[in-house]
């Protein structure tokens, strides 16, 4: 394991040089006869040296200089302990040490990365030409008006439709824009389009998700599943949309996307948990039940009869009795 | 100050706008010779004090009432609504009553009938000079006197007219023309010649005025007067009986036979199960509306008052139909959601009930599928009573629904289960 030091500019942070330690010992030094020559008046002809003390481990020894050694901790150091990353001055020179094992990040794709600003765009699927996702757009913002008449009966159901797609369409924009922002920041490309895109699929996956569970909880409204079930593919589509957003906004692998998409879904698992347990539920004398009816056929509505019904009811009144009962003690 | 001390019939309040006076006034001014109602005031005013409901930690009056004696050892009797909260949260309340020098003296309750709001209280003083209960048969019209303590302004004695007892009551309530104010709750109404007819316990307002009649009050001061009587352990338990006997009384033969069904849009519903039930109905057809609504409410005017918002023996059933005028299937099955979602369950506090539980099922019953919703909530010192709301909607077709809701408070579950298995069957198509 060899280590590598670097020459860094002391305000702007560049690299002006980079030498691998191949042999020790490693002479520091304004002269010319040392294995890292320093153009700076403040640093000595034979100012330090890199050695291997007793436990193996590389050090850096001032050999007797003017200015001596200093790190961030310590000025005039006489002999400091070297581990990657380790920051070290010398003179007015700034040197960085570092394992040349230490982990990379992946490269950032050509058509991603900073460099597709100057170089030529590589092949896009179809999915992603700027017209293909504007027409899906306006698919969605339609799709939502429709939804939107269709969930309400007033006579001025048309307009109140309308007002929400547009409604929806403002918050997409917003949150699209706040994306775009990041991604300019992130990989210096806005990419507005494709975060209103994956904003408005979202939102339609949501509503469409919505409208099966209430169908689900119209027909077996004693199965219990549904209420999960909803719940984990809210999480589920929160995860994606993050993960998706992430894709267009960073140069993260896919599975560090969807650890950002899941973290964040867990973190609103564990507030909505903190949440419900801090909450003090205030007595209610209001009864809360499934009230979703749907147009179906009476054919294809499964039933129960009568005495299953009382059954039920049976059990209820063992549940209200427990409730009695846990408020008396 | 006195806000449980006068009872306002709500159901009857509510439907007020349509309906007309119960009866015109009768005219009491006449040939007979009449003796003074100062004369009257001067007799009887001894035998009335004023009772008042402290607070303990606070030490102030938190309600107030009137009472009369009704024997020679300090007995007294009032409405159970003067001196509920003593009997439900005795911990924080006594009953006080205040004689004519203005002292207070600590006084317990003995007995009461919940479901006739009688209360018998024992004072510790001594009354030498008492009503003594008995039966009166006076005739509509007749002249009467209410005494008591209105709005803690002091003994006051009102004149009125004996109007006979209601129509459509589960339990007998007289009619008295004349102004029964919050306070006077608890006094007595009497002839002139000092025969008690009854004991002041509600009012709608200008004059309609409702007596506990004699017959009730005589029956529980002897039980408190027969040989042998010791006063309860616990009101509670006896409230309790008594409510659970009540609702067998009027719940256990609700539905039976055949019911009185009437055409109601597209659906056959069950209208007045019972003579005590009053119904209304109406109709909303708006111009802007894409859709008609027909309601029908029907309820029984008798509720048990037991503390504050908590109130026993209610049965109200609603209907409402909705049709259709342009709305599609989705549109109509959001509005018909809606309706159904809509919460017309009695409100309640947390120390009389528990939360509501609820459990709902699509349920089939000669072929009609309908979606059924039972929710149940216990009451929390009534051991083996409770409300009950049974929601029903009718579905299975694009155009019409019909939302039907019975009702019932201080209900057993055995009357629950039943009514409810019955009230399935009571909602169709036609």
Avoid at chain 1, 95 to 119: K, T, V
Avoid at chain 1, 295 to 306: D, E, G, Q, S, Y
Avoid at chain 2, 64 to 92: C, K, W
Wanted: aromatic share 6%.
């Amino acid at each position: 394991m060899a280590m590598i030091v670097e020459v860094v500019h002391p305000r702007t942070g560049e690299v002006r040089q980079r030498l691998r330690v191949d042999a020790l010992p490693f002479a520091i030094g304004r002269s010319l006869e040392n294995a890292l020559i320093l153009d700076d008046p403040h640093v000595d002809a034979r100012h330090a040296r890199l050695v291997e003390d007793e436990d193996g481990s590389l050090v850096i020894e001032d050999l007797g200089s003017v200015n001596k050694l200093a790190t961030s901790m310590h000025r005039d150091a006489e002999r400091i302990r070297l581990r990657s990353g380790a920051e070290v001055t010398v003179g007015r020179t700034l040197l960085r040490f570092r394992d040349e094992a230490e982990p990379l990040p992946p490269a950032l794709p050509l058509h991603r990365g900073l460099a597709a600003a100057h170089a030529s765009p590589g092949p896009q699927r179809w999915h992603e030409r700027t017209p293909v996702r504007l027409a899906l757009i306006a698919a969605t913002l339609v799709l939502l008006g429709v939804h939107a008449w269709f969930d309400n009966y007033a006579r001025a159901g048309a307009t109140d439709a309308l007002t929400l797609a547009l409604g929806v369409l403002l918050v997409a924009v917003v949150w699209a824009g706040t994306w775009a922002i990041a991604a300019r920041a992130a990989l210096g490309q806005f990419r507005f389009v494709a975060h209103l895109f994956i904003a408005m699929a979202a939102a339609t996956l949501a509503i469409l998700f919505g409208d099966v569970i209430a169908w689900g909880q119209f027909l077996m409204p004693d199965n219990g599943v549904l209420g999960t079930l909803s719940a984990v593919a809210n999480l589920a589509l929160l995860s994606a949309l993050v993960a998706w957003h992430l894709a267009n906004a960073s140069a993260l692998s896919r599975a560090g996307r969807w650890r950002a998409g899941l973290t964040v879904s867990g973190t609103v698992v564990v507030l909505i948990g903190l949440f419900a347990l801090v909450e003090d539920k205030p007595f209610s004398d209001v009864p809360e039940f499934s009230s979703v009816i749907r147009n179906a056929p009476a054919a294809i509505i499964p039933t129960k009869t009568v005495p299953e019904f009382t059954a039920a009811i049976v059990e209820l009144r063992a549940d209200v009795d427990e409730l009695r009962a846990a408020k008396d003690e | 100050m006195t806000r449980r001390a006068t009872r306002v019939a709500l159901a009857l309040l509510v439907a007020a706008p349509a309906a007309t006076p119960l009866h015109a006034q009768a005219d009491s001014g006449g040939a007979l010779p009449r003796v003074a109602t100062a004369t009257v005031f001067a007799r009887y005013s001894d035998h009335i004090l004023k009772i008042q409901v402290m607070e303990t930690s606070s030490n102030a009056k938190a309600s107030i009432g009137t009472g009369f004696f009704v024997s020679g050892d300090g007995l007294m009797l009032t409405n159970y609504h003067v001196v509920a909260e003593r009997i439900q949260e005795p911990e924080n309340y006594r009953v006080e009553v205040v004689d004519r020098e203005g002292a207070a003296h600590v006084a317990e309750v003995v007995a009461v009938d919940v479901v006739h709001d009688l209360a018998v209280i024992r004072t510790g003083l001594a009354s030498p000079r008492h009503f003594t209960l008995g039966a009166v048969t006076p005739r509509q019209g007749d002249r009467l006197y209410s005494l008591g303590h209105p709005s803690d302004l002091g003994l006051s004695i009102v004149e009125g007219t004996y109007n006979g007892n209601l129509k459509h009551t589960l339990y007998p309530k007289i009619h008295f023309t004349g102004s029964i104010n919050p306070g006077m709750s608890g006094g007595p109404t009497i002839t002139e010649s000092g025969r008690v007819v009854g004991v002041n316990v509600s009012t709608m307002g200008e004059q309609r005025s409702f007596l506990v009649p004699e017959a009730q009050a005589t029956a529980l001061v002897g039980r408190v007067l027969a040989p042998g009587f010791t006063p309860s352990t616990d009101l509670l338990e006896d409230i309790t009986a008594q409510l659970t006997a009540y609702q067998q009384d009027y719940l256990g033969s609700l539905f039976e036979g055949d019911a009185t069904m009437v055409d109601m849009g597209a659906f056959r519903v069950v209208t007045e199960p019972a003579p005590v039930f009053r119904c209304w109905g109406g109709a909303e057809r708006g111009e802007e509306m894409l859709y008609e609504q027909l309601w029908q409410r029907c309820a029984t005017d008798d509720e048990v008052y037991i503390d504050g918002d908590q109130s026993s023996g209610v049965v109200r059933i609603v209907h409402e139909a909705l049709h259709s005028k342009g709305l599609n299937g989705p549109r109509f099955s959001v509005l018909y959601s809606q309706r159904f979602a809509d919460d017309n369950t009695p409100s309640g506090n947390e120390k009389h009930v528990t939360r509501w539980k609820c459990t709902t099922r699509n349920v089939a019953t000669a072929g009609t599928p309908m979606r059924a919703v039972l929710c149940l909530r216990a009451l929390r010192k009534m051991e083996g009573l409770y409300d009950a709301v049974l929601k029903v909607a009718l579905l299975g077709r694009p155009d019409d629904g019909l939302v039907s809701t019975l009702t019932l408070s201080g209900a057993s579950f055995a009357n629950i289960e039943r009514l409810t298995t019955r009230y399935l069957g009571l909602v169709a198509w036609r």
